[in-house]
Every structure is written in C-alpha cells, then in structure tokens.
C-alpha cells in the first residue's frame, strides 16, 4: 500500500509558478513510479507528467512541456511538481498517483493504483 498526500495547491496568477508537493508512505520511494493527473470540472482525468522509481527517467504530456518539472527526493519519498508560466487552463484539481508496475512514461488513470485526494491550481486571468 502507498498513502498519498498532496499540497501546494492554491490561488494564482496567470504567469505565476506553483509547487505542489506529494508525501508518501508505506513504501520506500524505489518500489513504484509516480505521476501527477489534473482533473478540471466537467473534464475527465488527464495525464500531466511521470517519473520512474529512480528519478532517472520523465516524461510530459504536450500541454505542460518545457512549464513543469516533475522531481522526487527518495530520502523524504517525496514527488513533486514544479509549475512554471501557469495558464488558465491549468486550473484543475492536480492528484498524486502511484504504480508498482514498470515505468512506461504515459499513463492513463486506470493504470495506477494508488491516488491521493487531490490539491486545488486555480489560475486567474
């Protein structure tokens, strides 16, 4: 099992940056790969950025390319994102998430098997 727990969410400009942070538990940080997802209302659950079980590898969806940094520190077993020139159309509900299954970069939300409840992005205009 792997407790998720996301913060950082909050109320921003558009051009402003946001850190969002997820603390897990119950297992150490090289047992699963992690990503963010980003829910808007009305919209399905989208896919935002992974990284693998060593840190050594990435990956981005198009829309937040060259905008977000996805990082984590093994030591805290922490997964974080790093959100660079916001847009309005970032505003979301972000959520932490977590598999145990090879890393394979682009996930679809059925794929993972841990979520934390989500943190908050809105992004004024």
């Known amino acids: 099992q792997v407790q998720l727990v996301e913060s950082g969410g909050g109320l921003v400009q558009a051009g402003d940056s946001l850190r969002l942070s997820c603390a897990a538990s119950?297992?150490?940080?090289?047992?699963?790969?992690a990503a963010w997802f980003r829910q808007a209302p009305g919209k399905a659950r989208e896919f935002v950025a992974s990284i693998s079980r060593d840190g050594e590898r990435t990956y981005y969806a198009d829309s937040v390319k060259g905008r977000f940094t996805i990082s984590r520190d093994g030591a805290k077993n922490t997964v974080d994102l790093q959100m660079n020139t916001l847009k309005p159309e970032d505003m979301s509900v972000y959520y932490c998430?977590?598999?145990?299954?090879?890393?394979?970069?682009?996930?679809?939300?059925?794929?993972?098997?841990?979520w934390g409840k989500g943190t908050l992005v809105t992004v004024s205009s």
């Open positions: 119950g297992r150490t940080a090289n047992t699963y790969a």
């Open positions: 998430a977590a598999t145990t299954a090879l890393y394979i970069g682009y996930y679809i939300p059925n794929t993972m098997n841990y």
